[in-house]
Nanobody, 127 residues
Framework: QVQLVESGGGLVQAGGSLRLSCAAS????????MGWFRQYPGKEREFVSTINWSGMFTKYVDSVKGRFTISRDNAKNTVYLQMNSLKPEDTAVYYC????????????????????WGQGTQVTVSS
């Protein structure tokens, strides 16, 4: 059974930083790309970032480029999202997800490209 467990969310002031972690178990972590999504109240889940199986290739939504960094440690079965220069509009529930494939490519922003999801972690940025 595949499990993804996020941690690291919390309350931070605008301009601050947080690092989210997602620990995976239940399948060969290094064989799959991983992604981070976020969801605002009453809205659809939206893509934030993805990373390929090796960590060599990444992709970000325009609104977080230059502020967020995705990374992974395959030895620890963990993917990270380092979030710097946080803004109030980054306030959301953040989810990690395991992709159905190993690489970064078309349709990375589509939720159906991911088959396992964590429970989510709340990030709140105060102004």
């Amino acid at each position: 059974q595949v499990q993804l467990v996020e941690s690291g969310g919390g309350l931070v002031q605008a301009g601050g930083s947080l690092r989210l972690s997602c620990a995976a178990s239940g399948r060969t972590f290094s064989s799959y790309a991983m992604g981070w999504f976020r969801q605002y109240p009453g809205k659809e889940r939206e893509f934030v970032s993805t990373i390929n199986w090796s960590g060599m290739f990444t992709k970000y939504v325009d609104s977080v480029k230059g502020r967020f960094t995705i990374s992974r440690d395959n030895a620890k079965n963990t993917v990270y999202l380092q979030m710097n220069s946080l803004k109030p509009e980054d306030t959301a529930v953040y989810y990690c997800a395991s992709a159905r494939r190993s690489y970064v490519g078309d349709y990375d922003a589509v939720t159906s490209n991911y088959d396992y999801w964590g429970q989510g972690t709340q990030v709140t940025v105060s102004s």
